[in-house]
């Protein structure tokens, strides 16, 4: 099955700094997804990237992706503490999934205040 | 919305108990998935459910597990008989259709300690 492998696996920076996380897959992709989640809670969806686009924003969100090098990345701009949570990305392939998604370990990302 | 709804929150039992974890999705979501996360397996997809018929169950870790979605409002995980390894949290997420396009709502998850 597809799945992401996300790295660094741990990240912590300064309110205001940016965040840049890193997700690397092995099969061809249909899009590849990033999810949040916070301490405790379920995930989140972040934003969604289609095999053809090679770069999206949402809000202070930038995500690009590579398929040549089967990579994209999640950049957070203007990092705040309430971004600090872990960060998951699932690459989708094509076909009847069903909707399956398969999590790597994720990133934590903590933002201090 | 309510969005997923899962319950209960939390549980805590002794190792030879049944436990049954129930999950409601969002309403007109046709798809459902359980899911488990610990520290050290991270987030494992244990089975999946379309049109309430099990797609794919190959993540459920041993008999002792089993799922059902009787309806499309209602599913439930059961785990009989319980270990102390089974502790974890699980999470039920739901999404709209099968493309590959849709993304993944989930559950605030209920955290399973087993004694």
């Known amino acids: 099955s597809q799945q992401g492998e996300e790295d660094p696996q741990a990240l912590s920076i300064q309110e205001g700094e940016n965040a840049t996380m890193n997700c690397s897959y092995k099969?061809?992709?249909?899009?590849l997804q990033w999810y949040r989640q916070n301490s405790g809670r379920g995930l989140v969806h972040l934003i969604l990237?289609?095999?053809?686009?090679r770069e999206k924003h949402s809000g202070r969100l930038r995500v690009t992706l590579d398929t040549s090098k089967k990579s994209s990345s999640l950049l957070i701009t203007a990092s705040r503490a309430a971004d600090t949570a872990s960060y998951f990305c699932?690459?989708?392939?094509?076909?009847?999934?069903?909707?399956?998604?398969?999590f790597g370990q994720g990133t934590i990302l903590t933002v201090h205040p | 919305d309510a969005g997923v709804i899962q319950s209960p929150r939390h549980e805590v039992t002794e190792m030879g108990q049944e436990v049954t974890l129930r999950c409601k999705p969002i309403s007109g979501h046709n798809s459902l998935f359980w899911y488990r996360q610990t520290m050290m397996r991270g987030l494992e997809l244990l089975i999946y459910f379309n049109n309430n018929v099990p797609i794919d169950d190959s993540g459920m870790p041993e008999d002792r597990f089993s799922a059902k979605m009787p309806n499309a409002s209602f599913s439930t995980l059961k785990i009989q008989p319980s270990e102390p390894r089974d502790s974890a949290v699980y999470f039920c997420?739901?999404?709209?259709?099968?493309?590959?396009?849709?993304?993944?709502?989930f559950g605030p998850g209920t955290r399973l300690t087993v004694t």
């Open positions: 699932a690459p989708r392939a094509g076909g009847t999934s069903y909707g399956k998604l398969t």
């Open positions: 990237i289609r095999s053809n686009e």
């Open positions: 099969t061809s992709i249909n899009n």
């Open positions: 997420a739901s999404s709209l259709g099968t493309s590959v396009l849709r993304e993944q709502y």
